[in-house]
């Protein structure tokens, strides 16, 4: 099979075991490293760790490909793995008093808004951005994060976030029912960029 920058990750994953391409296992690496790193930030992991957490991840497929049993759920599986893998390391950070007690989960995403041309207009919609976010939970932050950044329909959010498919759904309702009672216009308008 010929690898291209069009090769979806289910096709580079068959590249890598059937034929044994090195380069298709690398391709992945690549391009899925940026988004399991902003995943791990965002749910309280360090620089470093995250680093490591990932490293940790792709090394253990790369010696145990058969941990992936189902290709199409790909996606999912990495960014199951790489929270559980942060679950983990908060736990045993909390056991040797590293991190503070509480459940967090960090979408501080800062917004290109390129077409407005005015500096206040931007930082005045950024603040009503930010001042929406902070009054998500931790959970709806991350519900958010996975359905409109990544584009991950319900049943792979259900899989990372361990939720039935019904909860998951229930719990994007109320955080966008929450978020559009703070200001709506301006949550519209945060949904349509991370769409983008």
């Known amino acids: 099979m010929q690898i291209s920058c069009d090769t979806s990750n289910s096709e580079l994953w068959t590249s890598f075991i059937k034929d044994h391409k090195k380069e298709a296992f690398t391709i992945l690496y690549k391009r899925q490293y940026g988004k399991l790193y902003a995943y791990s930030i965002s749910l309280g992991i360090g620089i470093e760790e995250t680093k490591d957490l990932i490293q940790d991840l792709f090394i253990k497929l790369y010696t145990q490909p058969s941990l992936i049993k189902d290709v199409d759920t790909m996606d999912s599986f990495l960014f199951v793995s790489i ?114």
């Open 83 to 196: 929270r559980n893998r942060a679950i983990n390391w908060i736990k045993r950070s909390k056991r040797e008093q590293i991190l503070p007690q509480k459940e967090s989960f960090e979408f501080n995403y800062a917004i290109e808004l390129t077409d407005i041309e005015d500096e206040e207009d931007r930082k005045d919609i950024q603040k009503k951005i930010n001042k929406i976010m902070s009054s998500l939970t931790p959970r709806q932050k991350e519900i958010i994060y996975l359905r409109f950044l990544h584009q991950m329909d319900y049943n792979e959010i259900a899989k990372i976030m361990g939720l039935s498919e019904q909860a998951a759904r229930n719990l994007t309702h109320r955080a966008i029912k929450k978020a559009q009672h703070i200001d709506e216009k301006t949550f519209m308008l945060l949904l349509t960029i991370l769409n983008l």
